[in-house]
């Protein structure tokens, strides 16, 4: 599979925008992070490149597992593993993402960190667009700015088909009417 993509950005011409495009990118968000709460810990504690908060857990297991419990359990708080695929393969969780809903609607991430083997896709810029565009202080350096990026048309969600290169998604949008109270689902029904 590496010789075939590898083959591919060749035949692109260098447009790594074309290759891109391509390569149908898939990404997929799971919600349930506590029945891989390894590959969170992994991802939280382990990456630097694509680390934007850089906040870190305890190094103890019990320790780092008792914080992500307790953080995916919160009522304000919606996390979620970022799963890539691509024509090539799977790249697995590649990202995770806990972002806080603050009192008067404004949302913040807490967590949104990626592995480098999406180094140069644009999923964390895609991922953060999906979020509506929470508000995230960068901590130190990395290498993308996933507020900075516009349409990310290479990628679409998983369960979307691409048609005439344009996603098309299976499900009608749905809409959410009532009062306030609806608030407290708002954020559930946004990411499916």
Known sequence: M????????????????????????????????ESHIDRVIELVNRTNQL??????????????????????????????????????GDYGFCGFFAMQSLPGGEKVLLHYCFSCRILNMGVEAFVYQILNRPGLTINGEVLSDPAGADSLD???????????????????????????????????????
């Open 2 to 33: 590496l010789e075939k993509r590898k083959a591919d950005e060749v035949a692109a011409g260098g447009s790594n925008l074309e290759f891109l495009r391509s390569s149908r990118i898939r990404i997929a968000i799971e919600h349930d992070v």
């Open 51 to 88: 680390n934007f908060t850089k906040r870190r857990l305890p190094e103890e297991r019990a320790a780092a597992e008792a914080a992500i419990k307790r953080l995916a359990g919160a009522f304000d708080v919606q996390a979620g593993l970022i799963r890539v695929r691509d024509k090539y």
């Open 154 to 192: 290479w990628i679409a969600l998983a369960g979307e088909q691409e048609q005439d290169g344009a996603p098309e998604r299976h499900s009608p949008p749905f809409f959410l009417r009532g009062g306030c109270d609806l608030a407290a689902i708002d954020h559930y029904a946004r990411m499916v």
